[in-house]
């Protein structure tokens, strides 16, 4: 295990620092399916979770997320406490980032939060949940800040969203203006239209673990790209950072075939013929990059496709506005037709 600690140690931290160049990021997101609701104690219930996760060590994971306090029944803890420490053990031995899912009590104040824990098991930040149930605040649950925070790792940055946050924009628009290349979304439920939804507005990924029903791994585009199974209870995927969306239109589409005669099997090129869409990710991120190659052959990504065509319809509203035009004149009729 400690030679292949070390390789997945060299490749994600020669990726981070090769100065903001698209990176691989390997990510398991586990589901309590099987588990939740069958009155465990929360003790053998988190030691039911953390054997699953070291299965999902199989796949030798960057990073792994839980699914909303998944330790079901647990008080509120502080943080760092015991349920962080369990977590952070594990964390240490694979060298993973970690999304410990959980009550925390602050002085006075209880949140339904998620603790980012580092290769180390040191916390590297909270995401309190921001839009908690009428149930949760009746319990005792505060929303945390409206402005949810971001987090740098050393493969990216990420965000958290957690459950019934998936229902309100405003936060994932809001992770998405920090530069959120993945947003995890631990919850009671998988919400797989409306996560899916919020991955292409923003063009990031969107990571879901599940108490109840499969966990999964979405694409910039809100396609599903892994789920979890009835033998293989998390979801895995090798998610490409710095990978874009385009539409077909401005002349990407041809432009995109040049990219492939160039470059083969170093890019991943994928079309959506009912959106117009196209994907361009890299498949050789340590030579080439995705901004790389926008440059060099004058792609044009759909975030500034769109943000240019807004700008020329302000222009053409301001014209309309500026020269309005005449009221036509309508014809009144009395009820034996004569005008």
């Known amino acids: 295990?400690?030679?292949?600690?070390?390789?997945?140690?060299?490749v994600g931290h020669s990726l981070s620092a090769s100065g903001g160049r698209d990176r691989a990021v390997r990510v398991v997101s586990l589901t309590e399916d099987g588990y939740f609701g069958m009155r465990i104690p929360p003790d053998e219930l988190l030691d039911l979770m953390v054997e699953r996760l070291e299965f999902a060590s199989s796949y030798h994971p960057d990073i792994a997320c839980l699914p909303?306090?998944?330790?079901?029944?647990?008080?509120?803890?502080?943080?760092?406490?015991?349920?962080?420490?369990?977590?952070?053990?594990?964390?240490?031995?694979?060298?993973?980032?970690?999304?410990?899912?959980?009550?925390?009590?602050?002085?006075?104040?209880?949140?339904n939060a998620a603790v980012l824990l580092d290769r180390g098991g040191g916390t590297a930040g909270i995401y309190r949940k921001i839009r908690v149930t009428e149930n949760g605040i009746r319990k005792g649950e505060s929303p945390g800040?409206?402005?949810?925070?971001?987090?740098?790792?050393?493969?990216?940055?990420?965000?958290?969203?957690?459950?019934w946050d998936a229902a309100w924009p405003q936060g994932w628009d809001r992770l998405g203006a920090k530069g959120a290349e993945i947003v995890f979304f631990p919850a009671a439920y998988p919400a797989r239209r409306m996560i899916a939804a919020h991955a292409w507005r923003n063009e990031y990924y969107v990571v879901s673990s599940t108490l109840t029903r499969p966990a999964a791994i979405l694409d910039i585009t809100g396609e599903?790209?892994?789920?979890?199974?009835s033998f293989r209870p998390w979801a895995e995927a090798t998610l490409w950072l710095g990978k874009r969306l385009f539409e077909i239109d401005g002349g990407n589409a041809?432009?995109?075939?040049?990219?492939?005669?160039?470059?083969?099997?170093r890019v991943e090129i994928c079309w959506y013929d009912d959106e117009d869409w196209i994907t361009l990710a890299s498949r050789d991120p340590e030579h080439i990059s995705v901004a790389e190659i926008v440059r060099e052959f004058d792609l044009l990504p759909i975030r500034e496709y769109h943000?240019?065509?807004?700008?020329?319809?302000?222009?053409?509203?301001?014209?309309?506005?500026a020269r309005p035009l005449p009221c036509l004149k309508t014809?009144?009729?009395s009820p034996t037709g004569e005008s």
């Open 145 to 163: 800040p409206q402005d949810p925070p971001v987090f740098a790792t050393d493969f990216g940055t990420i965000g958290i969203q957690i459950c």
């Open 68 to 111: 909303e306090c998944f330790a079901w029944g647990r008080d509120p803890e502080p943080v760092p406490g015991p349920l962080t420490q369990r977590l952070a053990v594990w964390a240490r031995e694979q060298s993973c980032y970690v999304i410990c899912p959980m009550r925390i009590s602050e002085g006075r104040y209880i949140y």
């Open 331 to 333: 014809e009144t009729k």
């Open 224 to 229: 599903e790209i892994s789920r979890s199974q």
């Open 1 to 10: 295990m400690g030679e292949r600690k070390k390789e997945r140690d060299t």
């Open 254 to 265: 041809d432009k995109m075939w040049e990219v492939k005669r160039k470059y083969g099997d």
């Open 307 to 321: 943000g240019r065509a807004e700008k020329a319809q302000l222009r053409a509203w301001a014209a309309v506005a």
